[in-house]
């Protein structure tokens, strides 16, 4: 199923800390004001994340869900890869290997796509 | 069994890669005592009884640093060059009646046959017997020298136990005669040492009283009548373990920690002076002063946030100090519950302050209380669910 509304993909900041976490929050907020917002969070360049910023996560999700939108994380770092294992959130999302392979996930179930691609090619 | 000696050189800057601690490897303990203990302690029980430690320490900072003297050995620390210090102490052996001097750094974990090492070094007419790992040999910093070589042990020490030009026929050690070797290498085989200790894998046994098959706990530890131990698990001196928490799979919970709330600790090893926050999930890893070792994954994360990983003070007067300090700040809160009776309020106000407390864990919801008539405040108990 195809869907014409955007997905944005946003870059996560290298410190997600109390400090970092406020700012980032502050900074994402107009995307959910839209209706069913379809947003990825890019983890690539996070280094440092911790309580407020999981927090933020939540926050995040939380808004997201009540628009009847989703929220996807994309290209996790290893340091946060450990903490979202350590915060048990990271059973709460879809994670994926890139933000490209996360914002297609919106357009379709990522898995059917795979298998479609490879009878695709075998066929050919 | 014939008269041996053992020099073993505990240097304070060794440490496991991929973790970075303030305590030498010679002072981490694994299930409750101290690798340095231990090495001892397996030489004692392989009749070895002339020991010697030289370290770069002193027997005090030893104690400070896990709160247990050493046992059973002479403890001389080093002032200047510690390897220089070992080399006295072995001129002063050779010139005694021992035969043989076995030199280690305590830099690994083995349990080695003395007898079958000494009959080996002998029967090969070898000056230096190098101990190698079993099945997959490696080089291990440890050596038998005959003491009537004095300079071949003199020169080993002088090359830092690295290697030996007199090296004779290697000695390795064998599983199936009941010998065992970590290298400890990584932060991988620190947990494994731990793990084969508590699968009975090699003679490691956890320090503490077995409350149940599979389960140490030592006695002046406190674990919560709610917190549940999944064996086989090892909990170490004075270490807390809170309501709901879960500690399995082969874990080992180290002393003087603290694992708070609702954490699960699965598969995983939390080094001394650890404090883990509420409602974690802390799995295959090795974790301690704000450092977590993820061995699935192979990274080493720094926690800057104390309320997930914290450090707890190796001194007991600061341990003193943080808990009144934490006790007072306590007090108020609750103090000001009984006083306007406005529970709602202050827990939410906790919740909101910090998203990983006790009070989420733990609190009923708003929705469930809404749901409840009023009661009269003579009533003690009430059922909250069923057919009531």
Known sequence: METSRPVVVKRMPEVMNN???????????????????????????VRQLDVAGVEVLLQCMKRIIKRDGDLKFAALSPQAAVVLELTRTDRLFEIYQTSTDAAKSFSSFLPNTLRRQEHASVAA | MRRLKAILVAEKRATVRGITLTLPLPLIDVLGSSLLQRAIDNLRNSGVEDITVVADFAQSDAFLMNGVPLRNAEVVTANEDLFSSAQEIFREAARGDAEAVFLSR????FEVDM??????????????????????PLPMEAFMVSTSRMEDGVQLLRNHLHDSSTEGVRYRLDEAAGEYVNLLRDANELRRLASDGLHLRCGLNPVGKEVRPGIWVDESSHVASDARLVAPVFIGKRTRIRAGAVITRGSA????????CG??????????????????????????ERRIV????????????????????????????????SLFSFMP???????????GQVGEARTASNG?????????????????????????????????
């Open chain 2, 356 to 388: 990983f407390g006790t009070t989420r864990a733990f609190n009923p919801s708003s929705k469930d209380k809404a749901e409840l008539p009023e009661m009269s405040p003579g009533l003690a108990v009430v059922r909250r669910y069923g057919n009531q």
């Open chain 2, 333 to 343: 809160e609750h103090f000001c519950r009984g006083l306007f009776g406005k529970l």
């Open chain 2, 115 to 136: 007898d079958r090492l000494l009959s080996h070094h002998l029967h090969f007419h070898n000056r230096v017997t190098r101990l190698w790992s079993g099945s997959d």
């Open chain 2, 294 to 325: 993820h061995l699935k994954r192979n990274v080493t994360t720094e926690i800057h946030d104390g309320r997930m990983l914290n450090s707890i003070s190796a001194s007991p007067a600061r341990r003193l100090l943080t808990f009144a300090g």
């Open chain 2, 106 to 109: 305590v830099s690994s974990y």
């Open chain 2, 253 to 260: 919970v180290e002393h003087h920690c603290s694992v708070d």
């Open chain 1, 19 to 45: 400090g970092g976490a406020r700012k980032f929050l502050a900074e994402v907020e107009p995307l959910f004001s839209v209706d069913r917002p379809q947003v990825v969070f890019d983890f690539s360049q």
């Open chain 2, 263 to 288: 954490t699960v600790v699965e598969n995983a090893t939390l080094l001394p002076y650890s404090q883990i926050g509420p409602c974690l999930d802390l799995s295959h890893s090795v974790a301690g």
